[in-house]
């Protein structure tokens, strides 16, 4: 099946640094999200993004489906995006395969 | 997120007890899906169903069990046969007909006594 791959798996930002999160799959898919995990364990929907790019506040992504990655940005980092970031793609019919996840630690 | 109701929110099991966990969801979706996260991990997924009356195993559906009676509902049961139960449950579901994004339950976290 496909593989998705997040890099890099933990990172810890000082308040207000910006930084980008890696999604990297196997083969080619018709759906790409991307989900914040909170500490309470919260799966919250960032982007649903097959291709192009999208923004939302101090958070956009990017997909370049055609090399097979994506890329989350985080812009002026607070600690309330401290948690787990987890990037998830689906092939035809199938259900959505996750990466294991990025942990971010934003410190103040 | 909204509409999707998982309950409870904490569960605890003692030996040998199977256990149903809920998931409940007003959005009209068809599909539905179950996954299980453990500390420090990923997600992965235990069972999901496309329609009523369906459902497929997913990578680790060993020592579980669901049904799928209607639309808005698809119960878990843990089974005395799950060896390591102690887990974080979600419960998510999406419309697969317009390829919308799937949406999460608040979790069920389960452990033994």
């Known amino acids: 099946g496909i593989q998705v791959e997040q890099s890099p798996p933990d990172l810890i930002l000082q308040e207000g640094a910006n930084s980008t999160l890696r999604c990297n799959f196997s083969d080619s898919v018709n759906n790409l999200q991307w989900f914040h995990q909170n500490p309470w364990g919260q799966l919250i929907n960032l982007f649903y993004i097959p291709s192009g790019t999208k923004q939302n506040g101090r958070l956009s992504a990017t997909t370049v489906a055609t090399e097979r990655y994506s890329l989350l940005y985080i812009s002026s980092s607070q600690t309330t995006d401290s948690g787990v970031y987890f990037c998830a793609v689906v092939r035809g019919n199938t259900p959505l395969v996750f990466g294991k996840g990025t942990r971010l630690s934003v410190i103040a | 997120d909204g509409g999707i109701t998982q309950s409870p929110k904490y569960l605890f099991r003692k030996e040998g007890q199977n256990v149903t966990l809920s998931c409940e969801q007003n959005l009209n979706h068809d599909a539905m899906y179950w996954y299980r996260q453990d500390p420090g991990q990923g997600l992965r997924l235990i069972y999901y169903?496309?329609?009523?009356?369906?459902?497929q195993k997913g990578d680790i559906a060993e020592g579980y069990s669901v049904s799928r009676e209607k639309k808005e509902s698809f119960p878990l049961t843990v089974t005395s046969a799950q060896k390591n139960p102690t887990a974080f449950y979600l419960c998510a579901t999406t419309n697969r007909d317009t390829n919308q994004p799937q949406h999460f339950g608040d979790g069920t976290r389960l452990s033994i006594l």
């Open positions: 169903s496309q329609i009523v009356n369906d459902f």
